[in-house]
């Protein structure tokens, strides 16, 4: 697993990504309005904002909240209007990031992006300095306990997967980019529950940091994610468990 994933996962798992349920509301509707702006109103039909409406009920947002970013973002109902824009840099160690935004104000974004990266041992970059150092794929996680790993590995794999593998007490299963629904729905024949499935973007290669660099590498990252205009972060650092877990405690 990639360092940015292990690092959600540790933080879902203390609860800390979701202790401002006021900021994650935040995140999850400017996600659904934009969604629903560029791709419909119908979840049958928009991957994206039937993934984006998953995440909003993972968060135990109520359904009326869903309903207006919905119509806000077919026009039904008046709105912000938001910009996607994705800003690249470099964390402390020369490690690559991969900032997605949804923004109202391109120009405060990229002031606030910039100010986050040069006070926590980075600096921001030019746009395709590390971009493609990534590659867009599928994640999906299975507690271990929920399923048996032959019966688990057959289903993902006939149903497209490139791999899946074994990460303390879940499966990891990383799939294409255009296999991702596939998966997804293969689990939901076979009634297999997942505990996280998103599109994300995997690093190529990764960088090992300790000490200093790990720390200061993780408030980075920290910072940037309590942004309101950020959605997702994406770097390619590999930082040992332990100390990801003493940043979450």
Partial sequence: MSGHSKWSSIKRKKGKADAERGKTFTKVIKEITVSARDGGGDPEGNPRLRAAMQ???????????????????????????????????????????????????????????????????????????????????????????????????????????LDMKLEEDYFEIVTPFNKFEAVKQALGEKKIPYSQAELTMIPQTTIKLEDKEAEQMLRLMEALEDHDDVQKVYANFDIATEIMEKMTA
């Avoid at 391109?106 to 150092?133: K, P, Q, S, Y």
């Avoid at 057959?154 to 997967?161: H, K, M, Q, R, S």
């Fill in 55 to 161: 995440a909003a009920k993972a968060a135990n947002m109520p359904a009326a909240n869903i309903e207006r970013a919905i119509k806000k973002g077919t026009g039904e109902l008046p709105g912000v209007s938001y910009e996607e824009v994705s800003y690249e840099g470099y964390g402390p160690g020369g490690v690559a990031v991969l900032v997605e935004v949804l923004t109202d104000n391109r120009n405060r974004a990229v002031a606030d992006i910039r100010h986050i990266f040069t006070h926590n041992g980075g600096n921001l970059g030019e746009v395709g300095c590390v971009g493609w150092m990534f590659d867009k794929k599928g994640l999906i996680q299975v507690d271990r306990g929920s399923v048996d790993e032959e019966e688990l590995m057959e289903t993902v794999l006939d149903a497209g997967a």
